[in-house]
């Protein structure tokens, strides 16, 4: 846990939802549950040491090249104003929420959304939310590792800010074996401290 959480610092929590975090969701990580208080311990110290806290929320429109279902890489999951697509229920809350891929891009970054189809990249406002109040610092939990996790943190290294993922309050949906490795060596690569 990064010890000095202060004013100049985000903590930003990533798509700790039920079908990710809870063993009934359809794109359930292994370890999902676990990250649920893991994640709250950080909240709670991000909290305690004056940081922003910010909360990312996936929220797919029920048909998107982002589903297998059409075309995609994903079972259909996190569909707006569904169960699957509610923060776990036992998420502390302490900010704002962003949602991302509601206009059916992939929506991996908390940051940005990619058009599926066209390519085209757009803010989510998360950044202009952590400028407006002055965080330099930003630190990174949630789910899952090797996909929004790692996206997250990749923009945030490429937004100019010294980026942090606690990999102990994080998982790995491992599409693949080795994704959960190869994301943070990926990160590391690109200047994300994974302490
Ligand atoms: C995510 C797969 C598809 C995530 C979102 O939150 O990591 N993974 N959509
Ligand atoms: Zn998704």
Redesign the pocket.
Known sequence: MPDSYDSRTALVV??V?ND?ADPNGS?F?TGGEQVVTAVNAEIEAARAGGATIAY?Q?W?PPETP?FVTDGG??PV??VRDTWGAELHPDLVMEGPTVRK?TGGE???SGFSMQDPESGEVSPTGLHELLAERGAERVVVV??????????TALDAVRLGYDTTVVAEASAP?ELEDGDGERAIAEMREAGVRVP
């Not at 949630?142 to 996206?151: E, M, P, R, S, Y």
């Open positions: 990533v798509d939802q990710f794109l990580v990312t996936d797919h982002h890489t994903w999951h996190c891929g992939d929506g991996y949630g789910l899952a590792l090797d996909v929004c996790v790692k996206a949906v």
